[in-house]
């Protein structure tokens, strides 16, 4: 096992991890969370580890808005000169937290974190949406290589444009 399938399986852990708290807590209302709609960012000060949290409140949103509007799954990195460089968590860190992957956007190696997607499936996705200009809608997967019906209805649920 390389280093990049080393990674990918704790990622996958995770996620599973993840997927079974939020599956306890559907039948336990008294310990979701306060928040309607949680935001999960990734921050990063230059010379420690980065951390993901979930921001509730607006306010402590605003303290983040050196990148402009933050976003679900965005990273920022803050340097110590005071200036911020503002990225996207990588792929297996949003479907872990369960945010959707963009299949426009992301690369092969992320299209991999998508349950059921492999590197043959992912390069697939990056040659169709280059030689036809992106994906309109997701139903567009379908044509692609190696994508049918029964496997769309797999990853539906966890991609976006």
Same mark, same amino acid.
């Given at each position: 096992?390389?280093?990049?399938?080393?990674?990918?399986?704790?990622?996958?852990?995770?996620?599973?991890?993840?997927?079974?708290?939020?599956?306890?807590?559907?039948?336990?209302?008294?310990?979701?969370?306060?928040?309607?709609?949680?935001?999960?960012?990734?921050?990063?000060?230059?010379?420690?580890?980065?951390?993901?949290?979930?921001?509730?409140?607006?306010?402590? #949103?605003? %303290? *983040?808005?050196?990148?402009? +509007?933050?976003?679900?799954?965005?990273?920022?990195? @803050?340097? =110590?000169? /005071?200036?911020?460089?503002?990225?996207?968590?990588?792929?297996?860190?949003?479907?872990? #937290?369960? %945010? *959707?992957?963009?299949?426009? +956007?992301?690369?092969?190696?992320?299209?991999?974190? @998508?349950? =059921?997607? /492999?590197?043959?499936?992912?390069?697939?996705?990056?040659?169709?949406?280059?030689?036809?200009?992106?994906?309109?809608?997701?139903?567009?997967?379908?044509?692609?290589?190696?994508?049918?019906?029964?496997?769309?209805?797999?990853?539906?649920?966890?991609?976006?444009?």
């Amino acid at each position: 096992m390389d280093k990049d399938q080393a990674i990918a399986s704790v990622y996958l852990l995770i996620a599973f991890f993840i997927i079974s708290i939020f599956a306890h807590l559907k039948f336990r209302p008294e310990l979701r969370s306060p928040c309607k709609k949680p935001m999960f960012v990734e921050i990063q000060k230059e010379g420690e580890r980065s951390k993901v949290v979930m921001l509730c409140d607006n306010a402590y #949103l605003r %303290l *983040l808005n050196r990148c402009g +509007k933050v976003k679900n799954g965005m990273k920022i990195k @803050i340097f =110590n000169n /005071g200036f911020a460089k503002c990225t996207f968590m990588s792929a297996y860190k949003r479907i872990s #937290l369960g %945010l *959707l992957i963009s299949i426009n +956007k992301e690369n092969a190696y992320g299209l991999c974190a @998508i349950p =059921n997607i /492999g590197p043959k499936i992912a390069k697939e996705i990056v040659i169709y949406r280059r030689t036809h200009g992106g994906f309109k809608r997701p139903e567009e997967l379908i044509n692609v290589k190696g994508i049918g019906k029964k496997l769309y209805q797999k990853i539906s649920p966890y991609i976006t444009i």
